[in-house]
Structure formats: structure tokens, C-alpha cells
């Protein structure tokens, strides 16, 4: 079967930097993609990893190693509008599913 | 960018009635698109991949005879929720995809939010 894990909830304060992990245990694996839901809204892109090693894009990072089925997201000067559900997500060969987790729910107080 | 659209976003239904999701790829052709359901503070949950010019493939537990796709032209693909219940309440999300290979990406529309009374 293919699984993700990852953090249910995190909270952090403005200003401050966040790693949210997703272990993920799948077969055909392409990459592993991160995507932000705001509450009530469809999730939107974020990042994308192929290959180990670290992407970045502004405020955000997105790390994977394959070696151990471990990716996290790094986000860096959180603002109070980064408050969301974030979800890892899985791409395989499979017609190029995408397998979610469950989500983490950041909460970014002042 | 590539911009994903879905209509209605906002549907109440009779219980017993059928409900018609559409799903459009507004500035790209997509050959195949994913339809998902949410339930609160949840995760996306696959249902079928909708290919164009022949049948879906359905997810494991999702029904095809409840839950129908039809994916008719490289644009547009829709979903209807026959004989809706409550339970069938829910966030319905899609997603077309683009590009290949490795560098192939889901690009999602803005959902469409459905209550059974």
C-alpha cells in the first residue's frame, strides 16, 4: 500500500521559521509535492522534488531524500497569512496520482 | 499559469437527486484530470481518474454507478453525484494534469461545495 505520515498540527509565531516532515511509504515513486489549503479554498501549489536535496522558492523550502522516503518543508519569516493546512503528496507512476497526507494545520500567532 | 475551473462552487440538492460537477481546463488541454473529495479537516481523497476519450479509473471503495465521469472533449470533464444522500455531502475538488513524465503536474480548480438536505 502507499502511506504518508506527517505532523496533524503546528503552531509558531510570526516571524519564526517551521519544518513540517512527511515520511512517505509508496512504490513508483516520482516526487514529492507540497501543496497550502487555506479553509474552504482548493490547495495551490507549492514546491516539488525529484531528486534529493533542497529547492527553494521565496520564503519556502522543500527538502527529499529518497534514500529515506523523508521529505519536510521548510517555511522561513512566517506571517500570520501562512496560517493553513499544508499536505505532502506523493506522485507515482501510477497515470501520475498524486497520494495526499493527511495534512498538518499550521497556526501562526503574532 | 494553468487555470483550472469548476462549476457550480456551491450546490444544495434534494436527497435522491443528481448533481452535475463540471470541471474545465481553461488555458490548456488536459488529457487527464482526478476528481477528489474532502471532508472537513481532512485530506484529499482520490476517487477516479477521468481519462479522456474512455472509461475512468475508480479508486478502491469509490462507487461508479453513484459517482459518474464523463470526460467528453481535452477540457472539460464532469462528475455527477446520482441519487445524492447526506453522506454524499462534501468538498469536490479536480484536478487537470500537465506536462509529462517526471515534469507532469496537477493543476487544481477551486472546488465545488455540495450539501444534501
Known amino acids: 500500500g502507499q502511506s504518508l505520515e506527517q505532523p496533524s498540527e503546528v503552531t509558531a509565531v510570526e516571524g519564526a521559521i517551521v519544518q513540517i516532515n512527511c515520511t512517505y511509504q509508496t512504490s513508483g515513486f516520482y516526487g514529492l509535492s507540497w501543496y497550502q489549503q487555506h479553509d474552504g479554498g482548493a490547495p495551490t501549489f507549492l514546491s516539488y522534488n525529484a531528486l534529493d536535496g533542497l529547492e527553494e522558492t521565496g520564503r519556502f523550502s522543500s527538502f527529499l531524500s529518497r534514500s529515506d522516503s523523508y521529505g519536510y518543508l521548510l517555511l522561513q519569516e512566517l506571517q500570520m497569512k501562512d496560517s493553513a493546512s499544508y499536505f505532502c503528496?506523493?506522485?507515482?507512476?501510477?497515470?501520475?496520482?498524486?497520494?495526499f497526507g493527511q495534512g498538518t494545520e499550521l497556526s501562526v500567532k503574532p | 499559469g494553468a487555470v483550472v475551473s469548476q462549476h457550480p462552487s456551491r450546490v444544495i440538492c434534494k436527497s435522491g437527486t443528481s448533481v452535475k460537477i463540471e470541471c474545465r481546463s481553461l488555458?490548456?488541454?488536459?488529457?487527464?484530470m482526478f476528481w477528489y473529495r474532502q471532508f472537513p479537516k481532512k485530506s484529499l481523497m482520490l476517487m477516479a481518474t477521468?481519462?479522456?476519450?474512455?472509461?475512468?479509473?475508480?479508486e478502491q471503495g469509490v462507487e461508479k454507478d453513484k459517482f459518474l465521469i464523463n470526460h467528453a472533449s481535452l477540457t472539460l470533464s464532469t462528475l455527477t453525484v446520482t441519487s445524492a444522500h447526506p453522506e454524499d455531502s462534501s468538498f469536490y475538488i479536480c484536478?487537470?494534469?500537465?506536462?509529462?513524465?517526471?515534469?507532469?503536474?496537477?493543476?487544481f480548480g477551486p472546488g465545488t461545495r455540495l450539501t444534501v438536505t
Open positions: 477521468s481519462n479522456e476519450g474512455s472509461k475512468a479509473t475508480y
Open positions: 484536478s487537470a494534469g500537465r506536462g509529462g513524465g517526471a515534469s507532469y503536474e496537477q493543476y
Open positions: 488555458d490548456f488541454q488536459a488529457t487527464t
Open positions: 503528496a506523493v506522485k507515482n507512476n501510477q497515470g501520475g496520482k498524486l497520494i
